[in-house]
């Protein structure tokens, strides 16, 4: 979530749009009887379904609180706000290849590793991640227009004699 973006009120309500989330992928999958593999253990299964239903909000609340915390220093140390602001990678560095690739490869792999045990779970991951590096390519490509736009505009004001 952009710094802009991120309050209170957007944690609560992203909270309640994660837990309809996961309360239908429950309700659609889990009476599914291929949901698990067969080769499971029940407790695994069990532990899946606690991490999936406890596990990703409490992780989403500890990230997010920290994150409005981080902003709040920010605004309070006079910081312009920006809209489009990707966030600053917490464990990797914060390089182009690493929102692009790294970050999108992980989710990926998340979802590889979950799928055996919890398909629509590791589905889910899988997706996020596929949108993860669309939407980084995406952003990436904007910028390069932006930046492209900006030479051009100042070009146009240099006049015709500075480009022979």
């Known amino acids: 979530m952009g710094e802009r973006y991120c309050t209170w009120p957007r944690?609560?309500?992203?909270?309640?749009v994660m837990c309809f989330a996961i309360m239908m992928m429950a309700l659609f999958f889990l009476s599914s009887p291929t949901l698990l593999s067969p080769k499971t253990p029940k407790f695994i299964?069990?532990?899946?379904?606690?991490?999936?239903?406890?596990?990703?909000p409490l992780l989403m609340w500890i990230f997010g609180a920290k994150n409005i915390a981080e902003i709040g220093q920010r605004k309070k140390a006079g910081v312009q706000v920006h809209s489009?602001?990707?966030?600053?990678p917490r464990f990797l560095s914060d390089k182009e290849i690493v929102h692009r690739l790294v970050i999108p490869a992980g989710s990926i792999l998340a979802g590889a590793v979950f799928f055996p045990f919890l398909a629509p779970f590791g589905a889910y991951?899988?997706?996020?991640?596929?949108?993860?590096?669309?939407?980084?390519?995406?952003?990436?490509?904007?910028?390069?227009?932006?930046?492209?736009?900006?030479?051009?505009?100042?070009?146009?004001r240099e006049g015709p004699s500075s480009n022979q």
């Open 125 to 156: 991951i899988a997706f996020m991640g596929l949108c993860q590096f669309l939407t980084c390519s995406d952003i990436r490509t904007q910028n390069q227009t932006r930046k492209m736009d900006e030479e051009d505009r100042k070009m146009a």
């Open 45 to 56: 299964g069990a532990v899946l379904g606690l991490i999936g239903f406890y596990g990703l």
């Open 84 to 88: 489009y602001y990707m966030g600053t």
């Open 11 to 16: 944690l609560v309500a992203l909270t309640y």
